[in-house]
């Protein structure tokens, strides 16, 4: 990959590895976000149904689509593969942001090995073809909302699905529209 690809820090687009939640799951977050709603924890607008997702590995902020890293992307995920994975969230809570700017995620209440594994492969094998420079820590979580204020951590029903394919998805920033650009899977 050509050093022109690289992220550029004021890119509107951002691409990344993720585990999108099925059917049955996104009506379980819902039941979860219309709560949410209903006792007023949400100042802001929630992240919109179609953007729910589960980051594996973000690859970075870019000015477009290069072509080049979509490709590379694609020989990652396809020298990973995917097996199905068993998800299952059922912890509420809010991680630190930049001040007045704290997501509301789910996330899985145990150790999800699988799901750390691979975030692993991913990472190693996108720093070997030069897709990323480095992975950082890795939270699974799926963010509902950026709220200004914590929310203390609450349990709720389980939301599990299997996940099946792993997805690249284009982020077009600011504008909460995604669009899947590849699909690997079982």
Same mark, same amino acid.
């Given at each position: 990959m050509g050093a022109s690809s690289w992220p550029r820090p004021r890119g509107g687009d951002n691409l990344f590895f993720a585990l999108l939640p099925d059917e049955p799951a996104q009506a379980k977050i819902q039941a979860v976000v219309d709560d949410l709603a209903a006792r007023g924890v949400f100042q802001r607008r929630p992240v919109p149904r179609h953007c729910w997702h589960i980051t594996l590995l973000y690859i970075g902020r870019f000015d477009g689509v290069p072509a080049d890293v979509v490709e590379a992307a *694609? #020989? @990652? #995920? #396809?020298? @990973? $593969?995917?097996? !199905?994975? =068993?998800?299952?969230? &059922?912890?509420?809570?809010?991680? &630190? $942001? !930049?001040? *007045?700017?704290h997501p509301l995620v789910l996330c899985p209440s145990r150790d999800s090995a699988p799901l750390r594994h691979l975030h692993v492969a991913l990472a190693d094998h996108g720093r070997r073809l030069g897709l990323v420079r480095h992975s950082g820590s890795f939270a699974p979580h799926l963010t509902l *909302?950026?709220?200004?204020? =914590? /929310? /203390?951590?609450? &349990? @709720? #029903?389980p939301i599990c699905w299997r996940a099946r394919d792993v997805v690249l998805v284009h982020s077009l920033v600011g504008q909460r529209h995604h669009v899947v650009l590849g699909r690997w899977g079982t």
């Open positions: *694609g #020989a @990652v #995920a #396809a020298r @990973v $593969g995917m097996k !199905r994975l =068993h998800i299952c969230l &059922d912890r509420l809570l809010s991680f &630190d $942001g !930049r001040p *007045g700017h *909302g950026r709220e200004p204020m =914590h /929310l /203390l951590p609450e &349990d @709720v #029903a």
